[in-house]
């Protein structure tokens, strides 16, 4: 017997008032199939399970908060079927990026905003990058030579003070 035979069977065993154990044993198909079936004639719709109500709602355009609020879900649940959300739509490369910084996301996004702020490109990000180390031994060059010229002006103010002292000896 083929699947649309069986199928067929079914209705005829439902419609005579079979149980579904009796359609079992007379159709060599599982209940579940068997009720599948006749759910479908009846025209009740399929009970869909949590993950893809969760996920029909993101599809949706519904915020996380909003799933967890209609679905009575857990924060460390949505955030599972979000996740998974995104990764069926594509954005694996978000998720990943977003499981790294995790804890740090307000620092990310306060760098991102800075990027965009001052039409920085990625190449110069990585330029950026490779050159802070120097940038962080030019401001110490720097504040090696501030102290050099200090130490210079004191000697300086040291020698003016000498020199005057000497002049006014000189017309005593």
Do not use: C, W
Not at 84 to 112: A, R
Not at 125 to 153: G, H, P
């Amino acid at each position: 017997m083929n699947l649309e035979e069986k199928k067929n069977l079914v209705i005829q065993l439902h419609q005579e008032g079979k149980t579904q154990r009796d359609i079992a044993k007379t159709a060599h198909m599982s209940i579940r199939d068997i009720s599948k079936i006749i759910r479908k004639i009846e025209g009740i719709p399929e009970e869909k399970s949590l993950e893809t109500q969760a996920l029909d709602l993101f599809y949706q355009g519904k915020k996380p908060i909003e799933v967890a609020v209609t679905l009575n879900l857990n924060a460390q649940k949505t955030s599972k079927l979000y996740k998974d959300y995104l990764k069926l739509e594509g954005f694996h490369k978000l998720v990943s990026v977003y499981e790294e910084i995790n804890d740090n996301l307000s620092l990310f996004l306060k760098l991102y905003s800075a990027i965009i702020q001052n039409v920085i490109k990625p190449n110069e990000i990585v330029n950026l990058i490779k050159n802070s180390n120097e940038l962080a031994n030019l401001k110490t060059a720097i504040q090696i030579k501030r102290n050099e010229l200090y130490f210079i002006e004191q000697k300086i103010k040291q020698y003016q003070a000498q020199m005057m002292m000497n002049n006014y000896r000189g017309y005593l």
